[in-house]
């Protein structure tokens, strides 16, 4: 045995769809056979990095969630193929969140062509 011990912080996300996805976001070792007060709980600046990085997953969860409703054509409401992703900057009160976010083709049905290639969730990162 060598004495270290982990913590996986964890995260859950439950899509609209029910599906849930897990995502690692830090893990803390700790050495049990040579401790030290300082050692015990969480450091600030660990403190930080957990919620720096709960805010990162979290905010790119939502994006994906966002993204999935936004490729179904509210004209047919077939999904619309991906085009490419982009990177977008989302700043939140926990820092600036860099998320990867689909950008859709426009659909061939004849719903009006604003309808058919709306996507909110670029809109709201314009
Ligand atoms: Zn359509």
């Not at 270290?4 to 893990?27: C, H, N, P, Q, T």
């Not at 820092?95 to 062509?113: D, E, L, T, Y």
């Amino acid at each position: 045995m060598t004495g270290i011990i982990e913590m996986k912080i964890l995260a859950e996300f439950v899509g609209v769809d029910g599906v849930s996805a897990r995502r690692e976001i830090f893990l803390v070792r700790r050495n049990v056979d040579q401790p030290h007060l300082k050692d015990f709980g969480l450091t600030l600046e660990e403190g930080k990095a957990i919620l720096q990085r709960m805010q990162v997953e979290h905010t790119q969860f939502q994006v994906e969630q966002c993204g999935m409703r936004d490729r179904e054509c509210v004209g047919c409401e077939r999904l619309r193929a991906i085009h490419d992703y982009r990177t977008r900057s989302i700043h939140t009160l926990y820092g600036v969140c860099q998320v990867r976010a689909p950008r859709f083709r426009s659909c061939n049905c004849s719903a009006p062509r604003d309808a058919a290639s709306a996507s909110r969730l670029l809109a709201l990162m314009a």
